[in-house]
T-cell receptor, first 111, second 113 residues
Framework: AQKVTQAQTEISVVEKEDVTLDCVYE???????LFWYKQPPSGELVFLIR??????QNEISGRYSWNFQKSTSSFNFTITASQVVDSAVYFC????????FGSGTQLTVLP | SQTIHQWPATLVQPVGSPLSLECTVE??????LYWYRQAAGRGLQLLFY??????ISSEVPQNLSASRPQDRQFILSSKKLLLSDSGFYLC????????????FGDGTRLSIL
């Protein structure tokens, strides 16, 4: 069975600090996909990134970066120079067609 | 482009009343459709999953049901709401394939009195 663990329930940082959100997954599949979603206070989940299991290159998009390490079954998400608008709940997910979501990490960025 | 519409945005219902939440997707065909509940916190609980018209998979036993009368329409229902049904309900769609991300509606905040 697939499982995603986001051990950090809540994180608070001060604006401009860097913050890393952890995601650890379990799967028996050799081919799989990992996702990150953002849920701002308004409620809708927004898709941020997808990674496939064959591509371990780190990815950077502006202030966001993702570190995928198969050896540790982790797919961590780092926000550099955090901003108040980054405050949200962030979900990591592992695919099958139904997807297994982690329990989410509430990130609060204080001004 | 694809869009997903979910309504109503908020709903207050008495215990024992029926429920009908509707979700429609535009701009794509044959999507996978999902209903989630997020209760008073963060975790997303998958309630129902559909790969086609009339094909519904239920993930957890409950007094809710789902139907897919048309390709891009997904309805969440209950005949008699319980207090425990309160929560934030999210509809989502995805293309076929495990590499496809899900795209979520704006959600319905349901309060049971």
């Amino acid at each position: 069975a697939q499982k995603v663990t986001q051990a950090q329930t809540e994180i608070s940082v001060v604006e401009k600090e860097d913050v890393t959100l952890d995601c650890v997954y379990e799967t028996r599949d050799t081919t799989y996909y990992l996702f990150w979603y953002k849920q701002p206070p308004s409620g809708e989940l927004v898709f941020l990134i997808r990674r496939n299991s064959f591509d371990e290159q780190n990815e950077i998009s502006g202030r966001y970066s993702w570190n995928f390490q198969k050896s540790t079954s982790s797919f961590n998400f780092t926000i550099t120079a955090s901003q108040v608008v980054d405050s949200a709940v962030y979900f990591c997910a592992l695919s099958e067609e139904r997807a297994a979501f982690g329990s989410g990490t509430q990130l609060t960025v204080l001004p | 482009s694809q869009t997903i519409h979910q309504w109503p945005a908020t709903l207050v219902q008495p215990v024992g009343s029926p429920l009908s939440l509707e979700c429609t997707v535009e701009g794509t065909s044959n999507p996978n459709l999902y209903w989630y509940r997020q209760a008073a916190g963060r975790g997303l609980q998958l309630l129902f999953y559909s790969v086609g018209i009339g094909q519904i998979s239920s993930e957890v036993p409950q007094n809710l049901s789902a139907s897919r009368p048309q390709d891009r329409q997904f309805i969440l229902s209950s005949k008699k709401l319980l207090l425990s049904d309160s929560g934030f309900y999210l509809c989502a769609w995805s293309r076929r394939g495990s590499n496809q991300p899900q795209h979520f509606g704006d959600g319905t905040r349901l309060s049971i009195l």
